[in-house]
């Protein structure tokens, strides 16, 4: 099993960027995915999460409004779209993959998820 983001990078303050999270070796149908993110010294944080049918979404506070998560279960990848950004969304973000019959469930509960990809950076700065 084995989830890869990508589309990070350096951004404006108010610019946007599209972090995609692709699964291999397993169909995300099956899955809750959430974006995680942490920043040196902190905890990850939960910031955005979806369920299997795609039906059922949250984010944390910070970014209600600005962030969006979608997916697309036939290219198996689920999409983070990020408008608006800040300074503080600076960090390392992470895709995180869960399995559970119940096709409305969402969760940003860390413990929940068993199979995590290795992070992009996304630094907003002038």
Not at 18 to 25: F, T
Not at 37 to 53: L, N, W
Not at 76 to 84: E, G, H, R
Not at 101 to 119: A, E, K, N, Y
Request: glycine share 12%; aromatic share 10%.
């Amino acid at each position: 099993l084995q989830l890869v983001e990508s589309g990070g990078g350096l951004v404006q303050p108010g610019g946007s960027l599209r972090l995609s999270c692709e699964a291999s070796g397993f169909t995300l149908d099956d899955y809750i995915v959430g974006w995680f993110r942490q920043v040196p010294g902190k905890e990850r944080e939960g910031v955005s999460c979806i369920s299997r049918s795609g039906g059922t979404t949250n984010y944390v506070g910070s970014v209600k409004g600005r962030f969006t998560i979608s997916r697309d279960n036939a290219k198996n990848t689920v999409y983070l779209q990020m408008n608006s950004l800040k300074p503080e969304d600076t960090a390392v973000y992470y895709c995180a993959a869960a399995r559970t019959i119940v096709s409305t469930m969402c969760t940003m509960v860390r413990p929940f998820f068993d199979s995590w990809g290795q992070g992009t950076q996304v630094t907003v700065s002038s």
